[in-house]
Structures are given as structure tokens and as C-alpha cells.
């Protein structure tokens, strides 16, 4: 996998939701400085993103962002040889706001642009490390809208493995984590209650897994958490017990299709990415699981979890360097077939 035909970095934006990222990717230097801005304490107010808000937010920030990140790189606009950006899936109105920004920069300075599908810069984020992993390989991207088993033939040649019917696995914390009265973001303050809980007071189902298949559904098993927690309401102790219970549950079963996933394509490495991949448990639980059963784990670092800039500059230098670019049209795509993209064979 070579990238030093690209003589330039390649600045990278991120805007799919209610992170706004930058990022610069030297194809010879690897990463060279990258920033993040989170919406977080502006959609606390509310329980939840909301769309207009966040579009709005990735207006006031983006801009400054580019300069901060290119000032920490010591470097201005005239020394990117490429700019990539989020052109889905994600929020519409987010989307168009780095799609915007990228192009106009692109067209100023005549360089190439390329939009960059946001689950493939999650898959790739491990590539930023010094001890990539090399396809093919199984990756499980867990996310708050996603949990996808995907088989990574080469980089831009995937296959859909096994994807969620309902609630991905991080939108399920986030929801129960919710109903519980936990503040937003859910899904962390729920994993933090779960470390005081006790250990299989409360077992709960692990979706799908009594069945042949790769598929996810979650929407069943927050509701059994629900049901617990209301009916042991008077106990003080019982909230941190069903967290501890339901998080056993997402990690057991991420990690009982993840087996089937290995076991099915013959692969020895795993990938994970997405926010989920920060869960400290999953990654225990993964860490020891593959010790045991003799196949390689990855997991990109916690600050390229979320999303970032980082994974989209990598992966729009990859696709530039393989000579795929977009026109001058800004597009965005809301709702993207990762295996529609073209592949991207390694040089």
C-alpha cells in the first residue's frame, strides 16, 4: 500500500454529525497535526443532536479549525496537494457544510478533492498507527448509527458480512442509558455506572446469537433493561447492576459474531472502529479472546474512535493516490452503500 506519489498532504474534514474535525496527512510523514471540536455540550440541553444546531455549529467552527490545524502543522493552504471530506453518510445539512468548504478550497487552490465515505475512514483509522493492519481482514465498525461486520478483501474492496435490523449497539447505550436517567452522551456515562455493578445479578439476552448469521439487533434487549430497571426501581443498588448487565450483554454478543465472522472468512486479523471501539470492556474481552484463539486484534487509538479528521484525510489520500476524485459538484450522500465504492487495489 503505497501513498508517496501524492506529493502534498491532504487535508482531511469531518462534519457527518456533531464533531467537527481537521486533520493533515503527509503521505511520507504520516499524520501531522490534526483537531477536534465536539458539539457535546451543546446537544446536552436537548438529550440528543439536533441536525439544524449542528449544521450550524460546523459553520462557526470549521474555518478556524483548518487555520489552527495548518498552524500547527506550520503550513498554509498553498502546501495541500489534496483535500478530502465526510460526503456521507451522516446529516444532511452537516454534510454539505465540510463538502462546501472542501470544494471551494479545492477549486481556489486547484487541487484534486475527493469525498470520503464516513465508515470507511472509521474502518481505516487503525492504519494510523505504527503497526497497521494489512487486509485482508474482518473489521467490526460498532457505532452509534452502525454495527457492521465487514470483510476487507483489500482497502475500497469490502463485503458486507452482517449489519444491524434495528438499533446499532451504540445507539442502544445511548437510548437505555436515556430511559435510565443518565445524562447525555449516554453511552460513556452508562459503561462508567456499569464498573460499580455487580457481575450477573441481571442476565440479559444476547440478540441473535441462538441462531446461524451475522446480523444485530439491539431494540429487544433495551427493552428487557427497561423492564428490569423499573421493576427494581426502590433498589439503589439495582441501577448500576442492570448497566453491568446490559453491557455484558452488547460485549458478549459483538464478540460471539466477531468468532463467527473469523470462523467464516478464514481471517486471522480483526479490526474494530467506530465510537464503540472505546468501550474498555469490548476491548478487554477482544484482547483476551484473541490470546486465547490464536487471531490478531486492532483497535484504532481512543482519540480516532470518535469521529475525526484524522481517518478522513487517510482515507482520501489513499483514494487520491489510487487517482479517484470527485468533480467540481458538491454531493453528499445522507444514506451510502459502502459496497458501492470503487476499489482501491494496493500498488
Not at 435510565?180 to 449516554?186: F, T
Not at 452488547?250 to 460471539?256: D, H, K, N, R
Not at 465510537?275 to 484504532?300: M, T
Request: charged letters at 20%.
Amino acid at each position: 500500500m503505497k501513498i508517496e506519489q501524492i506529493a502534498k498532504p491532504v487535508l482531511g474534514i469531518e462534519t457527518s454529525c456533531d464533531e467537527t474535525g481537521v486533520a493533515l496527512f503527509d503521505p511520507a510523514r504520516g499524520l501531522l497535526a490534526h483537531k477536534l471540536y465536539s458539539q457535546i455540550a451543546m446537544h446536552s440541553d436537548y438529550g440528543g443532536v439536533v441536525p439544524e444546531l449542528a449544521s450550524r455549529d460546523h459553520v462557526r467552527k470549521l474555518l478556524p479549525l483548518i487555520r489552527e490545524t495548518l498552524a500547527q502543522a506550520g503550513m498554509t493552504t498553498r502546501d495541500l496537494g489534496g483535500v478530502a471530506y465526510t460526503a456521507g453518510p451522516g446529516l444532511v445539512g452537516a454534510l454539505l457544510v465540510g463538502a462546501a468548504c472542501a470544494r471551494a478550497l479545492a477549486w481556489a487552490l486547484e487541487v484534486p478533492a475527493v469525498g470520503v465515505h464516513h465508515m470507511e475512514g472509521h474502518l481505516l483509522a487503525p492504519l494510523l498507527d505504527p503497526d497497521p493492519p494489512q487486509p485482508p481482514f474482518v473489521a467490526l465498525l460498532v457505532s452509534g448509527g452502525h454495527s457492521m461486520l465487514i470483510e476487507v478483501a483489500a482497502i475500497g474492496r469490502y463485503r458486507l458480512l452482517g449489519d444491524t435490523l434495528d438499533d446499532a449497539a451504540g445507539e442502544a447505550f445511548d437510548k437505555t442509558a436515556k430511559l435510565m436517567g443518565l445524562p447525555y452522551p449516554g453511552g460513556p456515562a452508562l459503561a462508567k455506572l456499569a464498573e460499580s455493578g455487580t457481575p450477573g445479578r441481571f442476565k440479559f439476552a444476547r440478540p441473535m446469537t441462538d441462531r446461524p448469521g451475522l446480523d444485530f439487533s439491539f431494540s429487544g434487549l433495551k427493552t428487557q433493561v427497561l423492564l428490569a430497571y423499573q421493576q427494581h426501581a426502590a433498589d439503589p443498588g439495582a441501577k448500576a447492576d442492570v448497566a453491568r448487565g446490559f453491557e455484558d450483554a452488547i460485549v458478549e454478543t459483538l464478540l460471539i459474531k466477531c468468532r463467527r465472522a473469523l470462523a467464516q472468512t478464514g481471517d486471522t486479523r480483526l479490526v474494530i472502529a467506530g465510537g464503540v471501539g472505546a468501550n474498555r470492556k469490548l476491548r478487554a474481552q477482544l484482547a483476551a479472546a484473541a490470546q486465547r484463539e490464536g487471531f490478531r486484534v486492532y483497535f484504532p487509538r481512543l482519540e480516532f474512535c470518535t469521529d475525526n479528521g484524522a481517518m478522513i484525510a487517510l482515507a482520501g489520500a489513499l483514494r487520491l493516490q489510487a487517482g479517484l476524485h470527485d468533480d467540481a459538484a458538491i454531493k453528499v450522500q445522507p444514506r451510502w452503500d459502502l459496497e458501492s465504492l470503487p476499489s482501491i487495489e494496493a500498488a
